[in-house]
């Protein structure tokens, strides 16, 4: 079987580029051939996303109009792109993910009747987005919906929410949860200490909101955490000046972006993942994985990783109140962390390992060729 995988942005590392290149790795180790194409602008070098693909060993190309933001000419010189590329190719499979890839990867692959799979890494049109953005993507994806041969959410909550606004139907929408690799690093052994190491590991952009984490972190009558903000982006600088402002500035590292992020894992005690929206977060996963008590905001489909009460605390968007209490609770019981980092790796365990979802992802592969044939 010949895949070809399609993906918007190649300047960063995030969920759903970590997803595919774990996935198309996972895929080739099975002995299927495997190529990726990705986004990279007219006069850019080719970013992280291609270093780490060629280190993977796997074939990346680059689509210099697969732009992240609306660009009618763009999108259009994108399709004729795209199109040239798979017919060359003549892959048996198009497999897009990320919103743009989505759209244009989906018309041009069926341009060509090559079967196509979307995942959908969080809808467009989910609670959190502006109104007039979810009526915009909502009216879009419905009509992109035939052009699918299977469209795969990340979560049981994205499949509902696409069936609750006719995104497709109950035989084209399929849910394969987010996997991850188990890696050899040392489980967090929760060692007493004074300081208690919080982290959060998301870009500084929407829908992060590690603004209100800092706000919530400087509110509490405790001064025994220290914090680790993990990533990169727009917002980065703006949080710098709110840590000065809010006179936690000692309190709080900011890494930018990592690439031993399970080694940082490792050595803390409790993440946090504050959000305005998500699909299934590859880093709660990775906290898991690490054993790890996980507080997170209770949007998208977190709750089918994270049960509250079990394995961490869920809090509600915009409560700083139950973000305060929840921090509260793990930084001052290590008998409670224990409790919950052992569910967390449990839950990992049975239900979000690589091999689950590279199996059914391939299960769905074979199902598609089969109705083609």
């Not at 897009?96 to 890494?121: C, E, Q, Y």
């Not at 590991?201 to 829908?207: N, S, T």
């Not at 869920?314 to 569910?343: K, N």
């Not at 592969?365 to 109705?371: G, H, K, S, T």
Request: hydrophobic share 45%; with cysteine; charged share 25%.
């Amino acid at each position: 079987m010949k895949i070809l995988y399609v993906i918007t942005r190649s300047d960063v590392i995030g969920g759903a580029s970590v997803h595919l290149l774990d996935l198309a790795t996972g895929v080739t180790l099975k002995g299927h051939e495997v190529v990726v194409a990705a986004g990279v602008k007219q006069g850019e070098s080719s970013g992280i996303f291609f270093d780490r693909a060629s280190d993977l060993g796997i074939t990346c190309l680059k689509v210099h109009n697969l732009i992240r933001e609306i660009s009618p000419v763009k999108d259009v010189m994108c399709f004729f792109e795209l199109r040239k590329l798979i017919a060359k190719l003549r892959p048996d499979i198009v497999h897009v993910h990320s919103s743009k890839a989505g759209i244009v990867g989906r018309l041009a692959a069926r341009s060509l009747s090559i079967p196509v799979i979307f995942t959908a890494h969080g809808w467009a049109f989910t609670e959190g987005v502006s109104s007039r953005k979810r009526k915009l993507y909502i009216w879009l994806e419905r009509k992109l919906s035939r052009f699918s041969s299977k469209t795969i959410t990340v979560s049981e909550y994205d499949r509902n929410l696409a069936l609750a606004h006719m995104v497709g139907n109950e035989s084209l929408l399929v849910t394969v949860h987010n996997g991850m690799p188990d890696v050899d690093v040392r489980q967090n052994a929760l060692l007493s200490q004074e300081t208690i190491n919080l982290i959060m590991v998301a870009r500084f952009e929407k829908p992060k909101n590690q603004r209100a984490l800092l706000e919530s972190l400087a509110s509490l009558n405790s001064s025994g955490w220290h914090l680790e903000l993990v990533g990169d982006g727009p917002e980065l600088e703006g949080c710098r000046q709110l840590a000065r402002q809010l006179n936690i500035q000692d309190s709080v590292s900011f890494s930018g972006a990592c690439s031993d992020v399970a080694q940082r894992l490792a050595r803390a005690d409790i993440f946090v993942l504050i959000s305005d929206w998500e699909g299934l977060p590859l880093t709660i996963l990775e906290a898991m994985r690490a054993g790890m008590p996980v507080i997170a905001s209770d949007v998208g489909g977190v709750s089918e990783s994270v049960e509250h009460n079990v394995n961490g605390y869920l809090v509600p968007r915009d409560s700083q109140v139950r973000l305060c209490e929840a921090l509260l609770s793990l930084i001052e019981s290590e008998e409670l962390r224990r409790a919950m980092g052992r569910e967390a790796r449990r839950k990992f365990e049975d239900g979000f390992t690589f091999d689950l979802m590279l199996n059914r992802t391939l299960n769905i592969y074979d199902e598609v060729l089969d109705l083609q044939s």
